[in-house]
């Protein structure tokens, strides 16, 4: 059992969805495979990732549009700033049900029918080409592999798109040559996704190398020229992490980059994770801070204030992770 979580936190963490039950047997309980296997093979026809399935489109879209809802009015009240992005098209249903676990063989056939379907709001351009903006793009690529759709020319697109310090920036495209927090780690995930599936190629390695770099250059948190924390949204953890950068995000991408590459946590990461830590509650939970305003199919994680499920899972994984490179024998809290 996980050294961060007690068997009365267990029991409620198994008390939930199966996209994120089969998480918790896998990572925090260590459970053999053929247990979580099976837990997450119920996605398709149960909870979230069953419902989110029977809202796609014939045409192989949600919601009719690529990254917004079909008629989705830019000028409109919905689009006002505060309001939201809504989160129920096709680029954010795919990636719901691929961060869930989904097995792709269970979308058979959407490839092909959003290539003939989905065109970007963006100059109407095809989907699986992807767009200007690099979050987008990192989504595209993400789910491209999923898929089995040859996407290697997004994946080039973010080496002849990175800034020269070594980050990425959705901004590029009105002037922007300093990266942003968000969109590296975003970029990042999408180059991890490409690299996990095809073993990615030595540009495409190198970039994400540098991407990463120049995070922890900034330790996940910190502004490069004072020194001080970025801002407040670094620590303000939120599920589902959207497009949204927090530290808690971050901390789960370089997890996953160094159990795929059979490596230690970076010592850089340090005072992110004690950042993480320091959220943990007494009961060894962590609490939702938001949900990001804006339109959903349904909710997938409790109101703000409360104990979430899912950041307990990512928040005790990343303790743990940490926890046992230090040779650290926490206890529970």
């Keep these: 059992m996980t050294r961060h979580v007690d068997r009365a936190l267990v029991h ?31 996605i398709a ?68 029918r959003l290539a003939a379907n989905s065109r970007w709001e963006y100059d109407d351009v095809p989907y699986w080409g992807g767009e200007v903006d690099c979050c987008i793009n990192a989504w ?24 020269p310090d070594g980050g990425w920036n959705c901004e590029w495209v009105n ?6 927090f968000h969109s590296t780690l975003n970029s990042l995930k999408g180059l991890l996704a490409h690299e996990a599936a095809t073993g990615g190629t ?43 950068y927090s530290v808690l995000n971050a901390a789960d991408h370089f997890r996953t980059a160094s159990s795929l590459a059979g490596t230690a946590p970076d010592p850089r990461l340090a005072d992110a994770i004690e950042t993480i830590r320091a959220a943990r509650q007494p009961d060894g939970t962590w609490l939702q801070a938001r949900r990001h305003p804006g339109r959903v199919w349904f909710e997938v994680d409790v109101p703000a204030g409360e104990p979430s499920k899912w950041l307990t899972l990512f928040g005790t994984r990343a303790l743990d ?10 206890a529970p809290p």
């Design 321 to 330: 992770w940490w926890d046992a490179a230090q040779g650290t024998a926490a």
């Design 202 to 244: 030595d540009e495409t390695r190198a970039a994400r190398r540098a991407g990463e770099e120049d995070l922890l250059e900034r330790r996940l948190m910190y502004r490069r020229s004072s020194g001080e924390v970025v801002a407040p949204w670094v620590t303000r953890f939120a599920y589902p992490f959207r497009s949204f």
């Design 140 to 163: 595209t690529l993400a789910n491209g592999v999923w898929l089995g759709v040859d996407v290697e020319g997004l994946a080039a697109w973010f080496v002849e798109h990175q800034l």
């Design 175 to 180: 002037g922007s040559t300093r990266s942003s």
């Design 45 to 112: 026809t149960e909870g979230f990732g069953a419902r989110l399935l029977a809202l796609q489109d014939p045409d192989g879209q949600w919601a009719g549009g690529a990254f917004f809802p079909a008629g989705f009015d830019f000028e409109g009240p919905e689009a006002a700033a505060g309001a939201g992005q809504p989160w129920t098209a096709t680029t954010w249903s795919l990636n719901s049900l691929r961060e869930w676990g989904l097995d792709a063989s269970v979308l058979t056939g959407t490839a092909e």
């Design 12 to 42: 409620w963490l198994l008390e939930s969805d199966p996209a994120l039950r089969w998480q918790v047997e896998r990572d925090l309980l260590g459970v053999p495979e053929e247990v979580w296997a099976a837990t997450r093979a119920r």
